[in-house]
């Protein structure tokens, strides 16, 4: 029984022996600070990538109020001292509903794309809060929202009839040919994951996520052979037995080995680890995929790098105690995984996450991911930059 506070302390110490120390054996944490440069704004869902010219490139979804709102826009930072210092935020999508996560892509052409997807998860709240509302003396009162935010949310709500907000549903990829200068109209992607599609040796880029808006929400690959001006469907992933695809597998990220194997990681909420991250495999091209299995590590979404070395890099959230990210390194493509090594163990609580991470030209290593923090009202972007040892 723990009677005191430093009792606390040395029982903490000896659970979570990492913390304070900042990362597990295997690695060294060289800084951890916020990025993001809008405090009055909730950030989420990233993804960081590197340039061929050198530049980072961060886009998130940006201009929010809270996790689930109608406010969202995709908005890019970008880096030309490798993270040392960050741009203004410009926005380079605001359609007329929600825009969620995004992913950010460089392809062997020089096209950036930036994925994102669109939703109305927020009218739950939005027609909860009119349903509890009185108006009293005072004027409004409702338990669930304040007069100001509703009336917000409200005339964001109306600017679309019915139909039309439910015409702007889908999974969408914006295109750059000049640099980030000036964008395509949203093209759609059949499929949608937080992070994004990858480029392939043979050229094609490999989208694996899942049909969010479909009648039946397939998980599996879409693919584009044309530097992401069109994408097809590829193939879907099979569901393993007992679980239910539809309503439990989300979230997904690939990568190409360097034995050329395709690896496919999966977000599983299905009874049978649940809360874990699972992997599916590829020998053709993405043609065919194995059964996903449990690789063992409990957190999720995961994003995947291959290094230059061959080794493999797998970042994800940690939504348990000590709350904040972690990765794994696979040396024998993507087969097994090492321990934990622990990007950040100080969050408050479960509303962070996304990490996804890029190799620096001198090795080291840079995470990005958006993280709510005790001293911040609202979620803010926060990047370490790490080497392995």
Known sequence: MITSRRQFIAATALAFPFIGRGAAPGAKIIETKVISQQPEFYHGWPTVAQRKNGELWVTCSGGREA????????????STDHGGTWSAPRVIYDGPIDDRDSGVLE??????????????????????????????????????????????????????????????????????????????KPIPTIVNSPHGPIQLKDGRLLYAGKQLWSGDKKIGVAESKDDGLTWQWLAEIPTRQGDDATKSYHELHAIEASDGTLIAQIRNHNAANKGETLQSESTDGGKTWSVPHSIGVWGLPSHLLRLRDGR??????????????????SADNGKTWGDAIILSGDGIGGDLGYPSTVELPDGTLLSVWYEKMAELKLAVLRQATWRLE
């Open 312 to 329: 493999l890099v797998m970042s994800y959230g940690h939504r348990r105690k000590p709350f904040g990210n972690q990765a794994r390194i």
């Open 107 to 184: 392809t062997e052409k020089g096209t950036l794309l930036v994925t994102t997807f669109t939703s109305l998860a927020y009218e739950d709240s939005f027609k909860k809060a009119a349903a509890m509302a009185e108006l009293t003396d005072k004027g409004w009162v409702s338990k669930a929202m304040p007069a100001e935010r509703y009336a917000r949310w409200k005339a964001a709500h109306e600017k679309l009839s019915d139909a039309e907000r439910q015409a702007q549903l889908g999974e969408w990829v914006l295109r750059s040919t000049d640099g980030g200068e000036t964008w395509s």
């Open 67 to 78: 996790h689930v709102c109608p406010f969202g826009k995709v908005v890019a930072m970008k």
